[in-house]
Every structure is written in C-alpha cells, then in structure tokens.
C-alpha cells in the first residue's frame, strides 16, 4: 500500500511546491491527503492532477478557488461527452 502513496513533504521539496497550496487543495476537496503515522501522502493516482494543478497555480496564477472552478467544468463536459457518446451508440442501434 505504501508503494502506491507518495510522501507529500517529499513531493514539495521536488517540485519546488509550498505544502500550504497542499492544503489548501486538500481544504477545497480537489486532493485527499492520507495520514500516515506522522507522514502526509497523497495516492498516486492523484499524481496527474496534483501537477495539473501546480501548473496552474504556479505557471498561470490560478488560485484554489479558479482551479476548482476549472476541475468542475472539466469534469462536466467529460460528462457531457460520455453522454454524447452513449446518445449516438444508441442512435447507431436505432439506425
């Protein structure tokens, strides 16, 4: 299980990332953050959006409350799209 957690501390000091926007990310329900013993983690299936999310602070200056804005939409039109997708397989039986 460890194996599949990466050590947030650690994660900070390689991408050169303040812990508090890990928190504050955590905070907003964008991230969930394990506990281990005295450690923070974060799953690595996060991983993607943990440097998406970088990014956009960091290189476009997008604060917490605009990336969870984005993540938001993002995830509504992924929505839309599988619902696209099901619509037309179904206009496909149809036909």
Not at 15 to 40: A, C, K, M, T, W
Not at 68 to 83: A, G, P, S, T
Request: charged share 25%; net charge negative.
């Amino acid at each position: 299980m460890t194996s599949e957690l990466i050590i947030i501390q650690e994660y900070c000091i390689q991408n050169q990332v303040e812990p508090d926007f890990i928190v504050q990310l955590e905070n907003e329900g964008l991230i969930q953050v394990s506990i281990v013993g005295d450690e923070r983690y974060i799953h690595i299936s996060q991983l993607k959006y943990l440097d998406q999310y970088v990014r956009w602070y960091y290189d476009l200056s997008i604060n917490v409350a605009g990336i969870d804005v984005i993540r938001n939409l993002l995830d509504k039109i992924d929505d839309m799209q599988e619902e696209m997708h099901r619509l037309k397989e179904q206009l496909r039986l149809i036909d």
